[in-house]
Nanobody, 118 residues
Framework: QVQLVESGGGLVQAGGSLSISCAAS????????MGWYRQAPGKQREMVAT??????????RYAGSVKGRFTISRDAGKNTVDLQMNSLKAEDTAIYYC?????????WGQGTQVTVSS
């Protein structure tokens, strides 16, 4: 019912910045949660940031490891969610997965690789 496509991953030097985006298509509800998880080899999948939408109201949440460095935002008109990542560290290297959760279920993107070189 919902398809998610990520873009913007790549290679960045430690201390640098990168922005990744997730575009949602299909039937999206007025009330939903979108955000990003990440998974590095040998590690469990970790919630990075989420943004809850209820009509015109949004609320963002961040993992402690990225709070103050990452900013999640949503463009309702484009139906996209973006993650601005600043002050990147080597430990931020992972595959970043976009997700959407709503009444019909939870949906995942294919993932985009973010690599931070030290």
């Amino acid at each position: 019912q919902v398809q998610l496509v990520e873009s913007g991953g790549g290679l960045v030097q430690a201390g640098g910045s990168l922005s990744i985006s997730c575009a949602a298509s299909g039937t999206t509800a007025n009330i939903n949660t979108m955000g990003w998880y990440r998974q590095a080899p040998g590690k469990q999948r970790e919630m990075v940031a989420t943004i809850v939408t209820s009509g015109t109201i949004t609320d963002a949440r961040y993992a402690g490891s990225v709070k103050g460095r990452f900013t999640i935002s949503r463009d309702a008109g484009k139906n996209t969610v973006d993650l601005q990542m600043n002050s990147l560290k080597a430990e931020d290297t992972a595959i970043y997965y976009c997700y959407l959760m709503q009444w019909s279920g939870t949906y995942w993107g294919q993932g985009t690789q973010v690599t931070v070189s030290s």
